[in-house]
């Protein structure tokens, strides 16, 4: 089964659609492309919402192109650049409509509120308008959301046909100001965030159920609605309920998800760690049967925006995460040309056998594996804010957690599994019970989450208390943080490791109970001593707990004694039964790993620009391995691994940004 290519092209209304068309089609030929996704005045061409003749121009470009390309083997889907609008940069809105407004009470001029219900109506004529071509999805913008909403501060949300909605569940009359306050109030959450959350979640899932109804009928069932997202996290904090709006939105069970994951233009390859989370993230989230189509941003759409590496080596990351289609912005939306841009062409021709050869391979994955990142969908109702106002400060996931581990070279997994790491304001999200289960594995804390795990009563099974978090420019006697110096106790077998705490914006005060081994020491620029830096413990639960004192792990500086002692840290949780290959030999070796019908198949993006030579430190020997190297924009090849043992090293070089595959099955399996 080969890779799907879907091809986001505009055709701009008014010109000659049919000309176009045909061109564009030639384009995909040539190119591999498998279906295209037509764009309706997005960007330049967009004006606001289209009202009229206006919009009968764009029926009429969308149909006949639709035609044209169809003729030449093409599937065909819309995206329609209007749901409630994507920023307003000098739009003003010529319906009527209710606007978005702002937590600090300012009114989008172009955007408008979910709650809105002339917008409704209009948004939902509008897709089945359009429905009745058959297109084979329907696509729901990204601004399908309350937040990142420019100009507005955070998003909308906070209208009036919004706050009427609050007051009834709230019992009494709410003003914008009040809300505000309560939702992002320090202490214990106020009751009205959960209960504006369930406001800002309802009014999605009305809209949701009344575009698929829409395009439903007047499609005769042919067409499915598709929903791209952004980040979960800030999804988090609007209340998303995933499995409803996936069920909201499906047509005969049946919708499509346009995962954002990769930045919109040119990155360092380190930035591959939080595309390969993102998309492993969302794959948890979204229910079984839907449609996974990650999107390959570009923006503002030109080949000056993103190297044909880094898109290849997004490409690579998607289609590793068992993506059903690509979804590629390539060319620039305001062309109309598809001819002119004959390196889009050649960046997609190249990149198909290595994508061609993972399609075929995603059929045997049986699910990834690794450190698992414990997800709670509404971890934002149980955040404690610090600053008053800011609603930004409601998100809480894993993201930090990820970065940190896959930087390093441990493989992580959204699943289960018998480690897991928690970092952040998440941990108030778990119950009891549910900490108790991760407090009887494998668990790796970050500061934050210590000190609220002791804060909540569980500071015995941690074996120590965190009595405070201490800010960076709050650190009192004996002076402020800078090193941390790695003890004998983690047998690191080297003297005077010191590592950098001097740029953590907090760390948490750890006070060992008798029984925890102290791995490392916080010290002060002349030495003396702060603190703990990590520690272990094995509790009655017969778990093993590790913490660390730094609050935002994934700041610290990278460096190679860091990964020793975090890959000790992880092979300690594991305990006498090491599961996880670690991947050494480099800086920024991103690892994916996945159970296969044969074995087990790690993955490895090098995210440095120098080459490297991969090192996996198996659990046990490998009983066979085989190694496929994918340069960047080349044929997939055989490569030779020497075996040292339990470990495995790669005998040539892993390019910036290439990928490297090895299939094993562990010896005795």
């Not at 004959?342 to 690794?370: I, Y």
């Amino acid at each position: 089964m080969p890779a799907r290519y879907h091809l986001r092209f505009q055709i701009p209304s008014g010109q000659d659609a049919a000309r176009q068309a045909a061109e564009l089609a030639a384009f995909c030929q040539e190119a591999g492309v498998d279906e295209v996704v037509l764009l309706l005045a997005a960007e330049e061409f967009h004006g606001g919402h289209p009202a009229g003749a206006e919009e009968d121009l764009l029926y009429d470009t969308a149909a006949t192109s639709a035609a044209v390309l169809r003729d030449a083997g093409l599937d065909v889907s819309l995206n329609p650049w209007v749901t409630t609008g994507h920023a307003d940069r000098g739009r003003r809105d010529r319906h009527g409509f209710a606007p978005m407004v702002g937590p600090d009470g300012r009114a989008a001029a172009g955007q408008a509120s979910f709650a809105c219900p002339l917008w409704r109506s209009w948004l939902t004529a509008h897709y089945a308008r359009f429905a009745d071509l058959g297109f084979r999805v329907l696509w729901l913008e990204d601004d399908f959301r309350f937040h990142n909403h420019a100009p507005l501060q955070w998003g909308g949300g906070f209208e009036p046909l919004i706050l009427e909605r609050l007051a009834l569940l709230a019992g009494e009359p709410v003003t914008r100001e009040q809300v505000v306050a309560a939702v992002t109030a320090p202490g214990e959450p106020h009751s009205w965030r959960a209960l504006l959350q369930e406001v800002w979640r309802t009014a999605q899932l009305e809209v949701a159920a009344e575009v698929a109804e829409a395009v439903g009928k007047h499609s005769d069932g042919r067409s499915r609605v598709g929903l791209m997202s952004s980040e979960p996290a800030m999804h988090g904090v609007e209340g998303r309920n995933w499995d409803a709006l996936f069920n909201a939105l499906a047509i005969d069970g049946e919708a499509v998800h346009r995962p954002h994951f990769a930045v919109y233009s040119d990155a360092p390859g380190r930035a591959l760690s939080r595309s390969v989370w993102l998309l492993e993230l969302q794959r948890a989230l979204r229910p079984a049967g839907v449609r996974a189509e990650p999107e390959i941003e570009n923006w503002p759409h030109t080949a000056w925006s993103k190297p044909d590496t880094q898109t290849w080596s997004e490409m690579t990351a998607a289609q590793l995460s068992g993506a059903d289609a690509l979804f590629l912005n390539l060319h620039p939306m305001h062309s109309g040309r598809a001819r002119r841009h004959p390196r889009v062409a050649d960046l997609l021709r190249r990149a198909r056998p290595a994508l061609d050869l993972l399609a075929e391979r995603g059929r045997e994955e049986l699910g990834t594996f690794g450190v698992s990142l414990p997800v709670h969908q509404q971890a934002a109702a149980h955040v404690r804010t610090s600053r008053p106002g800011r609603l930004a400060d409601l998100a809480a996931g894993p993201e930090g957690a990820a970065d940190f581990l896959l930087r390093y070279g441990i493989p992580v997994t959204a699943g289960e599994a018998p480690v897991r790491a928690l970092f952040g304001q998440a941990a108030w999200a778990f119950d009891d019970d549910e900490v108790r289960c991760l407090l009887a594995g494998g668990l790796l804390l970050d500061g934050t989450a210590a000190y609220v795990l002791s804060e909540r009563g569980f500071a015995g099974l941690l074996g120590l208390t965190v009595p405070e978090i201490v800010e960076r420019e709050e650190a009192a006697a004996p002076g402020p943080y800078s090193l941390e110096q790695v003890l004998p106790a983690a047998e690191l077998d080297d003297e005077d490791v010191f590592l950098s705490v001097n740029g953590q914006p907090a760390l948490a005060r750890l006070e060992p109970a008798a029984g925890t081994q102290v791995w490392s020491s916080v010290l002060t620029p002349d030495r003396q001593h702060w603190g703990a830096g990590r520690c272990v413990h094995t509790n009655t639960l017969g778990g093993r707990v590790a913490v660390l004192a730094a609050t935002a792990p994934d700041l610290l500086p990278y460096d190679d004694d860091g990964q020793r002692l975090l890959h000790a840290m992880v092979r300690h949780l594991e305990g006498d039964q090491p599961r996880l290959p670690l991947v050494s030999g480099g800086p920024h070796l991103v690892p994916r790993l996945a159970r296969t019908e044969r074995g087990l198949c790690l993955a490895v993006a090098n995210g440095s620009a120098d080459p490297a030579r991969p090192r996996l430190a198996l659990p046990a020997r490998a009983g066979s391995a085989e190694a496929t190297l994918l340069a960047p924009l080349a044929a997939p090849t055989a490569v030779p691994l020497t075996a040292a043992g339990s470990t495995l090293v790669l005998d040539a070089d892993l390019p910036h940004r290439g990928w490297l595959l090895v299939d094993w099955t562990p010896e005795g399996v």
